[in-house]
């Protein structure tokens, strides 16, 4: 069995009812984690609306990996096998469950959708791409899986421990990508399943980059403005951080990880707002990373 999952915080009311809306007659069940979040009411509001649908709530902002494993535990206690794990923001296509399920079996540890960015594509991009049906990822960060609209195998979680809570926020599903593949589990992506989503608030740059796909292929694509706040920006350099100081021994040189970070603060620093108050946090989060203890 399948149950639907989302982690709230402050989440767009408008949006979070058209996320339920889309995804709870495809599953037996929805269950959102609630980050402390200010506007509970509206949110209970929503998901009494929704059938089948419970909200579990925290006083305060446990973070992405800790919400994501109490709501593991909880689809655990329901039966399911899986678990689909959905940002407040996200917008599944009408029948994104059917098309993940049939991927799922022996030794694949989660299969996701392919990520329609808002700011970046339309879905009359997407639908002109010409890809295979579906794909493996190879790396665990770079081009790797993220948590929204993953189909997570609740056996294979429970195997790797589950989301590292010390990661918080960002870098939390490349950490628990990486885990799955030292484990010997495949990470699969169907491409004919789209996932209306929303990373940060990309914008449109001049600059074109080089970037490689799934299968490795090398092609030029346009740099699109990250649009992450400065709290943001300490996460993203003190998980990288972390990833590297907890995964090193494993990771080579993939551009993964404290290998990002040059690059990801230049690109801040070139087409971003807020530079000075986003330099600080990355500094902060660098040495933070390098401070906090590992288990």
């Not at 800790?66 to 039966?79: D, H």
């Not at 890809?131 to 665990?140: N, T």
């Not at 490349?174 to 010997?184: E, H, P, S, T, V």
């Not at 490795?216 to 649009?227: K, N, T």
């Amino acid at each position: 069995m399948i149950i639907a999952s989302i982690v709230t915080f402050e989440p767009d009311i408008h949006r979070l009812r058209q996320n339920l809306e889309a995804i709870a007659p495809q599953v037996p069940n929805v269950i959102i984690y609630d980050n402390g979040s200010s506007n509970r009411d509206e949110i209970e509001r929503v998901a009494a609306a929704i059938p089948n649908t419970a909200v579990i709530y925290s006083r305060t902002n446990d973070g992405i990996a800790a919400a994501l494993n109490r709501l593991a535990e909880a689809c655990l206690e329901r039966g399911a096998t899986h678990i689909l794990t959905l940002d407040q923001d996200s917008v599944c296509s009408p029948a994104m469950v059917s098309g993940l399920a049939p991927e799922l079996g022996d030794g694949v540890g989660m299969v996701t959708p392919y990520i329609v960015d808002r700011n970046k594509l339309t879905l009359e991009d997407y639908q002109r791409l010409t890809l295979p049906q579906v794909e493996r990822y190879e790396q665990p960060a770079r081009r790797g899986a993220i948590t929204s609209g993953a189909m997570v195998s609740l056996d294979a979680w429970a195997r790797i421990g589950g989301f590292d809570e010390l990661f918080f926020i960002d870098y939390v599903d490349y950490d628990f990508n990486k885990r799955l593949m030292d484990a010997g589990y495949s990470i699969l992506r169907v491409n004919t399943v789209p996932l209306l989503h929303e990373v940060g608030r990309a914008t449109r740059t001049w600059l074109l980059v080089p970037r490689k796909d799934l299968a490795g292929r090398w092609h030029v694509e346009r740099f699109f403005a990250f649009g992450h706040s400065a709290t943001r920006c300490y996460y993203k350099a003190r998980n990288r951080v972390l990833f590297t100081r907890k995964h090193g021994r494993t990771l080579g040189i993939t551009h993964e990880g404290v290998w990002q970070l040059p690059q990801q603060i230049a690109l801040t620093l070139m087409f971003e707002k807020q530079r000075s108050a986003k330099l600080k946090s990355f500094v902060r989060g660098i040495r933070d990373g390098l401070m906090v203890p590992l288990p």
